[in-house]
């Protein structure tokens, strides 16, 4: 099963959707592709569903959204049903305890709906490797990225912070209004997205690829108007390019939005870019990092 989690909500099985079209449904299997390989236990699920008013029928309710669920996984396995066992190396609780393996040693099998949406103690589990998701896709290439970058391979960091960036086809669930939890693991994947721009753009910026990213950069200050870093970085960028009119503008700009929308200076770390960049101070040309750790910190 192959899981889209940056974007819309997809889930295929081969060339087989099953994401529900109902709205609820949807929620279950966008919890539960977050949480692929673990167990997500029935009261977080019905927190999700109904928030701190729900329903006497809660738990029955929510195992018919399974059934709906395990149903769609049916048909997307009928065609041509894979085999259990291809590296998944989870342990299957059929039996008892004693006679349990790992799904990758025993023979063979096929494979049916039970087996990929299980009820587990306390809750459900879809039962795929944590891989199949593209957020955990991300989140390891994202770290990949960063840990190349602290070793001072700014070219191989870039490399692989833009392979994460690119997995992104939109906010997190798109298509799935967000409950308690489904809105926390949203944000928390939304912040790790910023932070992995941020730093490939210090990398970039390290590296003299300020013309590189101008463009990318411009687009970014204008969609978050209050964020300092990608501003800061901007400002850097236009003013490498010849353009440091530009820059003065750009930060004129942020120091009024800054004030109208929440009574705020700019940081100190901007002002002091801001006067770099008026009296020309020659250290802002050079690849070294003058800018990009003390701000992308903030």
Request: hydrophobic residues 45%.
């Amino acid at each position: 099963m192959d899981i889209a989690l940056l974007g819309p909500l997809g889930a295929r099985i081969g060339q087989a959707s099953v994401v529900p079209s109902a709205a609820k449904p949807r929620k279950v299997l966008a919890l539960l592709g977050l949480d692929c390989g673990r167990p997500v236990s029935v009261s977080i699920l019905v927190d999700e569903l109904w928030g701190d008013r729900p329903p006497r029928s809660a738990e029955a309710t929510l195992h018919t959204y399974v059934k709906q669920l395990r149903r769609l996984i049916a048909q997307a396995l009928e065609p041509d049903a894979p085999r259990r066992g291809a590296g998944n190396c989870a342990t299957s609780h059929d039996g008892p305890a004693d006679k349990r393996q790992p799904i990758a040693a025993r023979p063979a099998e096929r494979l049916g709906p039970r087996d990929l949406l299980r009820r587990v103690p306390g809750g459900y589990l879809l039962d795929v490797p944590a891989e199949s998701t593209d957020a955990a896709r991300f989140e390891h290439l994202a770290t990949a990225g960063r840990q190349a970058i602290e070793k001072g391979v700014d070219d191989e960091g870039c490399a692989l912070l833009m392979r994460a960036l690119r997995l992104w086809r939109g906010p997190v669930l798109a298509d799935v209004e967000p409950g308690f939890v489904l809105r926390a693991e949203a944000l928390r994947l939304e912040e790790l997205r910023m932070a992995a721009l941020e730093e490939r753009f210090d990398a970039e910026l390290r590296l003299g690829r300020h013309r590189v990213v101008l463009g990318e950069l411009a687009s970014l200050a204008s969609r978050f108007p209050l964020h300092e870093a990608l501003h800061a970085q901007l400002i850097l960028a236009l003013h490498r390019s010849g353009r440091s009119w530009q820059a003065l503008e750009t930060f004129r700009a942020l120091r009024r939005t800054l004030a109208d929308e929440l009574g705020l200076e700019p940081s100190s770390r901007l002002r002091e870019l801001h006067e770099a960049v008026l009296r020309g101070d020659p250290a802002l040309d050079s690849e070294g990092t003058w800018l990009p750790r003390p701000l992308a910190a903030r």
